[in-house]
Protein backbone atom coordinates (compact mmCIF):
# COMPACT_ATOMS: atom_id res chain seq x y z
CA UNK A 1 0.00 0.00 0.00
CA UNK A 2 1.54 3.33 -1.24
CA UNK A 3 2.31 5.99 1.87
CA UNK A 4 1.98 9.69 0.60
CA UNK A 5 4.24 11.29 3.46
CA UNK A 6 4.85 14.27 1.23
CA UNK A 7 1.31 15.30 0.28
CA UNK A 8 -0.67 14.35 3.28
CA UNK A 9 2.26 16.50 5.41
CA UNK A 10 1.87 19.57 2.85
CA UNK A 11 -1.74 19.83 2.74
CA UNK A 12 -3.58 23.14 5.07
CA UNK A 13 -5.14 22.24 7.95
CA UNK A 14 -8.96 22.39 7.51
CA UNK A 15 -12.34 22.68 9.21
CA UNK A 16 -16.05 22.44 8.74
CA UNK A 17 -16.08 26.13 9.96
CA UNK A 18 -13.58 27.59 7.61
CA UNK A 19 -15.54 30.30 5.47
CA UNK A 20 -13.33 30.04 2.56
CA UNK A 21 -11.70 27.34 0.46
CA UNK A 22 -7.50 26.61 0.13
CA UNK A 23 -8.29 24.54 -2.53
CA UNK A 24 -11.41 23.85 -4.89
CA UNK A 25 -12.08 20.40 -5.09
CA UNK A 26 -11.15 20.36 -8.80
CA UNK A 27 -7.81 21.79 -8.27
CA UNK A 28 -7.13 19.25 -5.88
CA UNK A 29 -8.14 16.65 -7.78
CA UNK A 30 -5.98 17.91 -10.90
CA UNK A 31 -3.04 17.68 -8.23
CA UNK A 32 -3.68 14.10 -7.07
CA UNK A 33 -3.40 13.04 -10.68
CA UNK A 34 0.87 13.35 -11.02
CA UNK A 35 1.10 11.79 -7.47
CA UNK A 36 -1.35 8.67 -7.04
CA UNK A 37 -0.74 5.29 -7.92
CA UNK A 38 -3.11 4.25 -11.20
CA UNK A 39 -4.79 1.81 -8.35
CA UNK A 40 -5.70 4.81 -5.65
CA UNK A 41 -6.77 7.57 -8.68
CA UNK A 42 -9.07 4.93 -9.56
CA UNK A 43 -10.16 4.91 -5.95
CA UNK A 44 -10.77 9.16 -6.73
CA UNK A 45 -12.23 8.42 -9.88
CA UNK A 46 -15.09 6.44 -8.45
CA UNK A 47 -15.94 9.64 -6.44
CA UNK A 48 -16.37 12.10 -9.13
CA UNK A 49 -18.36 9.80 -11.04
CA UNK A 50 -20.90 11.28 -9.29
CA UNK A 51 -20.37 14.29 -11.37
CA UNK A 52 -20.58 12.50 -14.40
CA UNK A 53 -23.84 10.97 -13.34
CA UNK A 54 -25.04 14.75 -12.68
CA UNK A 55 -24.04 15.82 -16.15
CA UNK A 56 -25.74 12.75 -17.81
CA UNK A 57 -28.66 13.65 -16.09
CA UNK A 58 -27.87 17.25 -17.54
CA UNK A 59 -27.01 15.72 -21.01
CA UNK A 60 -31.04 14.57 -21.56
CA UNK A 61 -32.64 17.75 -19.62
CA UNK A 62 -30.08 20.44 -19.92
CA UNK A 63 -28.25 20.08 -22.83
CA UNK A 64 -27.89 23.90 -23.79
CA UNK A 65 -25.96 24.64 -20.20
CA UNK A 66 -22.63 23.68 -19.45
CA UNK A 67 -21.65 20.84 -17.62
CA UNK A 68 -19.91 20.00 -14.27
CA UNK A 69 -16.41 20.78 -14.81
CA UNK A 70 -16.07 18.30 -12.02
CA UNK A 71 -17.10 15.63 -14.26
CA UNK A 72 -14.61 13.74 -15.99
CA UNK A 73 -16.68 12.34 -19.03
CA UNK A 74 -17.67 14.95 -22.06
CA UNK A 75 -21.13 14.69 -23.34
CA UNK A 76 -19.60 14.03 -26.93
CA UNK A 77 -18.13 10.32 -25.08
CA UNK A 78 -22.02 10.38 -23.84
CA UNK A 79 -23.33 10.67 -27.18
CA UNK A 80 -21.21 7.69 -28.77
CA UNK A 81 -21.99 5.42 -25.80
CA UNK A 82 -26.23 6.09 -26.44
CA UNK A 83 -25.60 5.70 -30.07
CA UNK A 84 -23.49 2.23 -29.55
CA UNK A 85 -26.55 1.15 -27.18
CA UNK A 86 -29.11 2.41 -30.00
CA UNK A 87 -27.79 0.69 -32.50
CA UNK A 88 -27.67 -2.92 -30.87
CA UNK A 89 -23.49 -2.82 -30.56
CA UNK A 90 -21.87 -3.33 -27.21
CA UNK A 91 -20.65 0.56 -25.18
CA UNK A 92 -17.20 1.48 -26.84
CA UNK A 93 -13.75 0.77 -24.72
CA UNK A 94 -13.41 4.29 -22.79
CA UNK A 95 -11.81 3.56 -19.24
CA UNK A 96 -13.50 6.57 -18.09
CA UNK A 97 -16.76 5.25 -18.18
CA UNK A 98 -18.16 2.83 -15.36
CA UNK A 99 -19.73 -0.03 -16.36
CA UNK A 100 -23.02 0.54 -14.60
CA UNK A 101 -23.24 3.86 -17.26
CA UNK A 102 -24.37 1.29 -19.93
CA UNK A 103 -26.40 -0.36 -18.06
CA UNK A 104 -28.66 2.62 -17.30
CA UNK A 105 -28.63 3.67 -20.79
CA UNK A 106 -29.82 0.72 -21.93
CA UNK A 107 -32.83 0.64 -19.47
CA UNK A 108 -33.77 4.23 -19.86
CA UNK A 109 -33.68 4.12 -23.84
CA UNK A 110 -35.55 1.03 -23.82
CA UNK A 111 -37.91 2.38 -21.02
CA UNK A 112 -37.91 6.41 -21.38
CA UNK A 113 -41.90 6.61 -21.99
CA UNK A 114 -42.83 4.47 -19.67
CA UNK A 115 -44.24 4.73 -16.50
CA UNK A 116 -41.55 5.30 -14.05
CA UNK A 117 -41.81 2.73 -10.85
CA UNK A 118 -38.73 5.36 -9.11
CA UNK A 119 -37.29 8.15 -10.48
CA UNK A 120 -34.90 7.73 -13.21
CA UNK A 121 -32.24 9.78 -10.82
CA UNK A 122 -33.15 7.34 -8.36
CA UNK A 123 -32.06 4.38 -10.75
CA UNK A 124 -29.15 5.87 -11.77
CA UNK A 125 -28.19 6.81 -7.66
CA UNK A 126 -28.63 2.99 -7.02
CA UNK A 127 -26.59 2.17 -9.99
CA UNK A 128 -23.80 3.94 -8.43
CA UNK A 129 -24.09 3.16 -5.08
CA UNK A 130 -24.17 -0.92 -5.59
CA UNK A 131 -20.84 -0.32 -8.26
CA UNK A 132 -18.98 1.71 -5.27
CA UNK A 133 -19.99 0.08 -2.64
CA UNK A 134 -18.34 -3.15 -4.55
CA UNK A 135 -14.83 -1.44 -4.42
CA UNK A 136 -12.31 -3.45 -2.92
CA UNK A 137 -11.03 -0.67 -0.26
CA UNK A 138 -12.62 -1.21 2.29
CA UNK A 139 -12.93 2.59 3.70
CA UNK A 140 -14.29 3.78 0.36
CA UNK A 141 -17.40 1.01 0.25
CA UNK A 142 -17.78 1.67 3.55
CA UNK A 143 -18.51 5.30 2.69
CA UNK A 144 -20.63 5.00 0.36
CA UNK A 145 -22.48 3.18 2.08
CA UNK A 146 -23.27 5.16 5.40
CA UNK A 147 -24.30 8.16 2.33
CA UNK A 148 -26.91 5.43 0.93
CA UNK A 149 -27.75 4.61 4.69
CA UNK A 150 -28.14 8.06 5.46
CA UNK A 151 -29.95 9.12 2.57
CA UNK A 152 -32.14 6.12 3.34
CA UNK A 153 -33.12 6.30 6.64
CA UNK A 154 -34.09 10.80 6.31
CA UNK A 155 -35.99 9.63 3.93
CA UNK A 156 -37.96 6.51 5.56
CA UNK A 157 -38.14 9.55 8.83
CA UNK A 158 -39.80 11.86 5.94
CA UNK A 159 -42.06 9.37 5.11
CA UNK A 160 -43.48 8.52 7.83
CA UNK A 161 -43.68 12.30 8.95
CA UNK A 162 -46.08 12.94 5.96
CA UNK A 163 -47.58 9.78 5.79
CA UNK A 164 -46.02 8.64 2.36
CA UNK A 165 -45.04 4.67 0.95
CA UNK A 166 -41.55 4.28 1.85
CA UNK A 167 -41.11 2.15 -0.33
CA UNK A 168 -40.91 4.66 -3.13
CA UNK A 169 -38.09 6.51 -2.00
CA UNK A 170 -35.56 3.87 -0.73
CA UNK A 171 -32.94 3.18 -2.74
CA UNK A 172 -30.57 0.13 -3.01
CA UNK A 173 -30.74 -3.37 -1.65
CA UNK A 174 -28.14 -3.91 0.87
CA UNK A 175 -29.36 -4.61 4.86
CA UNK A 176 -30.21 -1.35 5.91
CA UNK A 177 -32.22 -0.66 2.39
CA UNK A 178 -34.54 -4.00 2.86
CA UNK A 179 -34.75 -3.66 6.73
CA UNK A 180 -36.52 0.26 5.97
CA UNK A 181 -38.66 -1.32 3.80
CA UNK A 182 -40.27 -4.20 5.72
CA UNK A 183 -40.23 -2.97 9.21
CA UNK A 184 -42.83 -0.45 10.74
CA UNK A 185 -40.57 0.23 14.03
CA UNK A 186 -39.53 3.36 15.36
CA UNK A 187 -35.97 2.29 14.32
CA UNK A 188 -36.96 0.46 11.21
CA UNK A 189 -35.08 -2.47 12.80
CA UNK A 190 -31.98 -0.84 12.69
CA UNK A 191 -31.48 -0.81 16.41
CA UNK A 192 -27.89 -3.18 16.42
CA UNK A 193 -27.40 -2.32 12.74
CA UNK A 194 -26.66 1.49 12.17
CA UNK A 195 -24.78 2.78 15.53
CA UNK A 196 -24.90 6.58 14.45
CA UNK A 197 -29.13 5.94 13.93
CA UNK A 198 -29.87 8.31 17.72
CA UNK A 199 -27.94 10.67 16.32
CA UNK A 200 -29.20 10.89 12.92
CA UNK A 201 -32.91 10.42 14.30
CA UNK A 202 -32.35 13.69 16.57
CA UNK A 203 -30.68 15.38 13.33
CA UNK A 204 -34.14 14.66 11.41
CA UNK A 205 -35.74 16.34 14.44
CA UNK A 206 -34.24 20.11 13.69
CA UNK A 207 -36.54 22.54 12.21
CA UNK A 208 -33.94 24.66 10.91
CA UNK A 209 -33.14 22.71 7.32
CA UNK A 210 -29.63 24.71 7.19
CA UNK A 211 -28.40 23.91 10.85
CA UNK A 212 -29.52 20.38 9.83
CA UNK A 213 -27.20 19.60 6.91
CA UNK A 214 -24.35 20.69 9.17
CA UNK A 215 -25.44 18.77 11.44
CA UNK A 216 -25.50 15.70 8.93
CA UNK A 217 -21.57 17.26 7.44
CA UNK A 218 -21.04 17.16 10.87
CA UNK A 219 -21.47 13.31 11.64
CA UNK A 220 -19.87 12.52 8.61
CA UNK A 221 -16.75 14.20 9.27
CA UNK A 222 -16.46 12.47 12.68
CA UNK A 223 -16.95 9.57 11.22
CA UNK A 224 -13.90 10.31 8.77
CA UNK A 225 -11.67 11.18 11.38
CA UNK A 226 -12.33 8.10 13.50
CA UNK A 227 -12.20 5.19 10.24
CA UNK A 228 -8.45 7.10 9.11
CA UNK A 229 -7.23 8.30 13.08
CA UNK A 230 -4.58 4.90 12.02
CA UNK A 231 -4.08 5.77 8.37
CA UNK A 232 -2.78 9.12 8.67
CA UNK A 233 -0.42 8.68 5.17
CA UNK A 234 -2.06 6.36 3.23
CA UNK A 235 -5.16 6.90 0.72
CA UNK A 236 -7.69 6.66 2.92
CA UNK A 237 -6.79 9.99 4.61
CA UNK A 238 -6.26 11.27 1.12
CA UNK A 239 -9.89 10.23 0.03
CA UNK A 240 -10.72 11.95 3.25
CA UNK A 241 -9.43 15.14 2.78
CA UNK A 242 -10.73 15.56 -0.57
CA UNK A 243 -14.56 14.67 0.68
CA UNK A 244 -14.02 17.25 3.69
CA UNK A 245 -12.77 19.54 0.69
CA UNK A 246 -16.41 19.32 -0.66
CA UNK A 247 -18.13 19.98 2.35
CA UNK A 248 -16.37 23.15 2.85
CA UNK A 249 -16.85 24.36 -0.63
CA UNK A 250 -20.31 23.70 -0.40
CA UNK A 251 -20.98 25.85 2.75
CA UNK A 252 -19.30 28.48 1.31
CA UNK A 253 -21.30 28.90 -1.30
CA UNK A 254 -24.78 27.93 0.21
CA UNK A 255 -27.55 29.93 -0.14
CA UNK A 256 -29.64 29.54 3.26
CA UNK A 257 -32.72 31.24 1.77
CA UNK A 258 -32.53 29.12 -1.17
CA UNK A 259 -32.32 25.72 0.40
CA UNK A 260 -36.00 26.61 2.58
CA UNK A 261 -37.41 27.33 -0.62
CA UNK A 262 -36.46 24.35 -2.55
CA UNK A 263 -37.19 21.92 0.05
CA UNK A 264 -40.36 23.90 0.51
CA UNK A 265 -40.94 23.23 -3.05
CA UNK A 266 -39.91 20.07 -2.92
CA UNK A 267 -42.49 18.63 0.16
CA UNK A 268 -44.66 20.27 -1.73
CA UNK A 269 -44.11 18.56 -4.92
CA UNK A 270 -44.09 15.24 -3.36
CA UNK A 271 -47.44 15.61 -1.42
CA UNK A 272 -48.96 16.38 -5.12
CA UNK A 273 -46.97 13.87 -6.91
CA UNK A 274 -45.58 16.58 -8.88
CA UNK A 275 -42.77 15.76 -10.68
CA UNK A 276 -41.73 19.60 -12.12
CA UNK A 277 -41.27 20.37 -8.51
CA UNK A 278 -38.65 17.19 -7.88
CA UNK A 279 -37.02 18.17 -11.19
CA UNK A 280 -36.71 22.12 -10.00
CA UNK A 281 -35.20 20.98 -6.21
CA UNK A 282 -32.43 18.52 -8.29
CA UNK A 283 -32.11 21.31 -10.76
CA UNK A 284 -31.48 24.22 -7.97
CA UNK A 285 -29.12 21.93 -5.65
CA UNK A 286 -27.28 20.82 -8.52
CA UNK A 287 -25.56 24.18 -9.35
Known amino acids: MSKYYALIA ?15 LLSFREELDSILTSSDIKLINLYFNKFDNKNLKSYFRFR ?34 PAYFAQFLSVYLANQDSPELITWEDYLASLYYAYAMKCSNKFVSEWFE ?3 NINNILSAITCRKFGWDKKAYIIGNNKVAESIRSSNARDFGLGDEVDYLPELIRIAEEPDLTLREKKLDVLKWNWLDEKTFFKT ?12 LEMIERWVTLDKEAGEKTFRELVKGMKKGSVSALEEFKRNNNK
Open 64 to 97: DLDPDPRGRITYEEYQTLIQALKEGGKAPKNSKL
Open 10 to 24: GLPNISLEDTKVNYT
Open 146 to 148: LNL
Open 233 to 244: FDIESVFAYMLK
